[in-house]
């Protein structure tokens, strides 16, 4: 990938990392969202991440298979950073390693992300995991063992009508199989794009949880969620449209695409800086 087609990529991941941010002391809000939730998982980091496939999709059921998937790339947001990375094949160590003796939200990644990228030690806080063990009251392994799956993976607890029914947003970019596709055709700036745009969406449907602690379902049924985290403080009802609307983003973006030498951009205020490594 050339110089030029890169800086097109990161000029779109700047954009859409630029968001309006809650004025938290405007507000009277007691607390920062990012550091509270350090506190609330005992001063621990927290980090978000989500793969991409490289491993063309022929079958949906393939992707109920990841051992057998290729890692495209990964996006991770971490929130005592407060900045988004991005990695390629030749970084997935480097994520893996990061990822070590963290906390780590995901969406599906015990039974997707973390297989595909040979996972070592992490403590996971697994968002589907969670809404499907709120609705169905049992721990999730039962859940597998004694729920048709028809009642599980029927649309109505995924990450795309998750987002439309508590974020008042659209939801993901497309179905997960076209990244292979856009791999393929050497789109890795829409590659990037579709992989921050995943994590952006989980980082929001976490904090709605750590704020409020539920999550409406496709069914319209409100969720209790337990992340197993310390007790969050009340928030007005009359906070919440503008939180889902403008949950805080971070002032900075690490990309590591392949191919690309270190350069940096000092960022002015209130905008995003770009690390190339």
Request: glycine share 8%; with cysteine.
């Amino acid at each position: 990938m050339c110089h030029h087609q890169t800086k097109c990529s990161i000029a779109k991941l700047v954009r859409i990392c630029q968001e309006k941010k809650i004025d938290w002391e405007g507000k009277n809000m007691s607390f920062n969202l990012r550091k509270s939730i350090i506190e609330k998982n005992g001063g621990k980091n927290v980090l978000i991440y989500d793969v991409e496939i490289l491993t063309p999709i022929s079958d949906k059921e393939q992707l109920g298979r990841p051992s057998e998937l290729e890692f495209g790339s990964a996006v991770m947001y971490d929130y005592s950073a407060d900045r988004y990375s991005f990695y390629d094949q030749t970084s997935k160590d480097l994520l893996v390693g990061l990822l070590a003796n963290n906390t780590v939200v995901s969406f599906n990644g015990i039974q997707f992300d973390n297989i595909i990228v040979g996972k070592t030690d992490w403590k996971d806080i697994d968002l589907f995991q969670k809404v499907v063990e709120s609705k169905f009251e049992k721990p999730f392994e039962d859940v597998m063992k004694e729920v048709e799956p028809e009642k599980v993976f029927n649309g109505t607890l995924g990450l795309d009508v998750l987002c439309k029914n508590n974020l008042e947003v659209g939801g993901k970019s497309g179905p997960p199989e076209n990244v292979p596709l856009l791999f393929e055709s050497g789109l890795l700036s829409e590659v990037y794009e579709y992989n921050l745009n995943d994590v952006r969406l989980t980082r929001k449907l976490f904090e709605i949880v750590v704020l409020t602690g539920k999550l409406k379902d496709g069914d319209g049924r409100v969720l209790d969620i337990d992340l197993g985290l310390e007790d969050t403080p009340g928030i007005p009802d009359s906070l919440l449209s503008e939180i889902r609307d403008a949950l805080e983003e971070p002032a900075s973006i690490v990309v590591c695409p392949p191919g690309v030498s270190l350069e940096y951009s000092q960022p002015s205020k209130g905008a995003c800086g770009v690390l190339f490594v």
